[in-house]
C-alpha cells in the first residue's frame, strides 16, 4: 500500500496529474463504453459505431487480416514450445491449427458443402470472427483507461471489505474481476495464478476467483448483444451479466465441490501489511490517485497492451473459436449430445418460465464447448429467451475453446469432474436470476 493511503482522512490533491487522469481516462471510457449515441440512425455505443465504421470501410481487407491473426494463432503455440507441455495443450493446439483451415475455408470458398450451409462456416466467420477481430482491437483503446489509471486501485482498497464477506476472497480479487471484464478471463487467469503462487489467495480462494469472475470481456459481451439485436437494451444486459456473474459466483463459493477445497497455499501465506486505518473511500481515491500519477503515458500503455496481450489473445481466441465453435454447431445439428444435456436444465428453464424452454435448455448445454454457441442457436428466438440465453452463457464462465484451458494451464489444481459440477451450479442458477431480470425489466 502507498503513502497516500496510510491512515490519512484527506484526498491528496497535491499529485495534480495523477488526480486529472484519475477522473478524465475512466470518463472517457465509460463514454465510449456505457453511454449509446446515435449516428446515421443507428443508435448504439460508440465502440460499436467504430467496429462498424472500421468493418465499412475496409470490408476488402478485413478477412485477409482476420486470416492473418488465425495464423498466427495457430502457430503461436508451437512458436512458445508450449504444445507438447501436456495432454490438453496437444489437444488445444491440434484444435487451433485446425482453426486455421476453416480461415482459409471461409476466405477462399472452399471445402464440404455442408459446411458452408448458413449456420455453419459463414455463420462462425461473419458473425463472430470479424466483428470478435475488430471489437479485440479496439479494445486496446479504452482498457487501459480502466486498468492504468487508478481505477483498480481505487476498487482494490474500496471493495475489500465486500469482496470478503460476499465471496469469501481477498481485496486483491476486485482487480481479478474488473480486468476480466476489461480484458478478458486470458489475463485475469493469468493474474489469479501469480497471485496464488505469492501466498495472497489460498487454493480455494484461487478456484472460487478463476472459475467464478474469470469471464469474457466486455467486447465479447458486445459482440453477443449485437448478434441477438440486444443492444437497444444494452445497459440492462451488461449489468444483467455482471450482477448474475457475481451473484452466482457468491452461491458457488459456498457449496460443493468448492465448499470443501482447502485453504492452503501454492508455498506460504503472505504477509499481510496493508494499513487499513483511516477512512476507507480517501484511502481508496488516495490509492488511486497515486497509481495515476506514476503510471505510463497513454500512448504507451495503448501500444504495451496491444503488442504483449491484446494481439496474442486476440489470435488464441479466433483460432480456437472456428474449430470448436464449428464442431459444436455439427454436433448441435447431427447428434442428439446437448438434447440429452440440455434435459439438466429444461426444468429450470421451465420454472424460470423462459419461452422455448427446450430450445433455451439445449442452448445453454452448448456452452460448455464455446460460449458463444447458445447465442447462434437462438438469434431467432423470443427477446426473453435470448436475453437469459445471453446472459447464462456468460455467467457460466466455464467453456472448452479458452477459459478451461487457461484454467487447467495454471498452478492452481482442480479437476476435470469439478469443473463440469461447477458448470452445471453456474448455468443453474444463472438461468434462475437472469429470468428474474428478464421478467421484470423487458
Known sequence: MND???????????????????????????????????????RTILLSHLSRLLERTFANFIPYIALVVVLYGSI???????????????????FKLVGF??????????GPKFLFEEDMIPFLWNLLVIPILLMVYIAAIYIPMFLNYGVLEFLSVLLQPLMRLIWKTPGASALDALVSYMDGYAPAVIITNDLYKRGIYSLKEAIIIATGFS??????????????D????????????????????????????????????????AEDNVDKTGNIFVRAINSGINAAQNAEPFLIAFVKLLKEDMIAIGAAVL????????L???????????????????????????PEPLMAAKAVAMEISEMFL????????PLITKFVVAVTSVSAVLFFSASIPCLISTDIKISMKDIIIIWIERTIFSVLIAAGFAHIFL
Open 76 to 94: 503461436e503455440p508451437f512458436l512458445s514450445k508450449r504444445w507438447n507441455k501436456s495432454v490438453s495443450e496437444i489437444v488445444f493446439a491440434v
Open 230 to 269: 440486444l443492444m437497444p437494451h444494452w445497459n440492462l444486459f451488461f449489468w444483467a451479466c455482471f450482477i448474475t456473474t457475481f451473484a452466482v459466483t457468491a452461491i458457488t463459493a459456498r457449496i460443493y465441490p468448492i465448499s470443501k477445497k482447502p485453504d492452503s497455499y501454492y508455498d506460504k501465506k
Open 101 to 110: 483451415v476453416i480461415a482459409l475455408m471461409a476466405v477462399f470458398n472452399f
Open 215 to 228: 469471464t469474457v470481456s466486455i467486447t465479447f459481451i458486445v459482440v453477443i448483444a449485437e448478434t441477438l
Open 319 to 326: 483460432s480456437s473459436i472456428l474449430s470448436i465453435g464449428l
Open 4 to 42: 497516500m493511503s496510510k491512515g490519512v482522512n484527506t484526498i491528496d490533491v497535491s499529485k495534480k496529474k495523477g488526480l486529472i487522469r484519475f477522473i478524465v481516462y475512466p470518463l472517457l471510457a465509460i463514454l465510449i463504453y456505457f453511454i449509446p449515441f446515435t449516428i446515421n440512425g443507428e
Open 374 to 381: 447458445p447465442s447462434l442457436y437462438v438469434i431467432s428466438a
Open 328 to 354: 459444436g454447431l455439427l454436433v448441435a445439428k447431427y447428434t442428439p449430445i446437448f438434447d440429452v444435456v440440455g434435459y439438466i436444465f429444461y426444468p429450470f428453464m421451465f420454472l424460470a418460465r423462459v
